[in-house]
């Protein structure tokens, strides 16, 4: 199969990642569950499904994270795919934390008359997040990933976040790269806070 169906549930995936660490002000333990709509330019097919994701902090400045993400796409086309990794954060001003973050990633596709096919690799991203006011948000990065039987792919990723209370956030991201785009809309539930 193509490479395309690998890469953009993860790069669509990756424009909640790159919200995994917040300012100071704000919580880095965090449950979430988003729906997830991808577009594959090069064979005009759509999909869309839903994404589960977390984050602990370890301290101050890393954290693990993990997500998995199932979508279903045009002509019985399916995907699941999950990552697990460590996230560095460094605070640049009191209002904005450079990000970034290295994990490992799987991916399976199906197609109920060709089957399924699997891969994994690894992902890298980079990033920037911003407290514009006490409760609003935007993010945005660059989200590499490289399986290892279907290449690599990178997308640029930006987002907003408002905290609806306390502990509990809504947002939405946008991910764009040369063999798609894809948008998450979403709410994460902090527990540290």
């Not at 764009?176 to 527990?191: E, L, P």
Request: charged share 20%; net charge negative; proline share 1%.
């Amino acid at each position: 199969m193509k490479k395309t169906y690998f890469l953009l549930p993860l790069l669509i995936a990756a424009a909640g990642h790159s919200a995994v660490v917040q300012a100071d002000a704000l919580d880095y333990n965090f449950i979430g569950i988003q729906y997830l709509s991808a577009e594959i330019d090069d064979v005009n097919i759509d999909g869309d499904g839903y994404g589960v994701d977390g984050s602990f902090s370890i301290n101050d400045n890393f954290h693990v994270f993990a997500s998995y993400s199932d979508l279903d796409y045009d002509f019985d086309l399916s995907s699941t795919s999950y990552d697990l990794g460590v996230g560095y954060s460094r605070a640049l001003t009191k209002d904005m934390d450079l990000v970034a973050t290295v994990s490992y990633v799987g991916v399976e596709v199906k197609q109920d008359f060709f089957g399924s096919e699997d891969d994994n690799g690894y992902g890298l991203g980079l990033g920037l997040r911003a407290m514009v006011s006490e409760k609003f948000e935007v993010f945005g990065g660059l989200d590499y990933v490289d399986l290892s039987d279907s290449g690599s792919d990178t997308a640029v990723s930006v987002g907003v976040g408002f905290d609806v209370t306390k502990a509990i956030q809504i947002g939405a991201g946008i991910s764009s790269s040369n063999d798609g785009s894809g948008y998450t809309v979403g709410v994460r539930y902090y527990f540290g806070k």
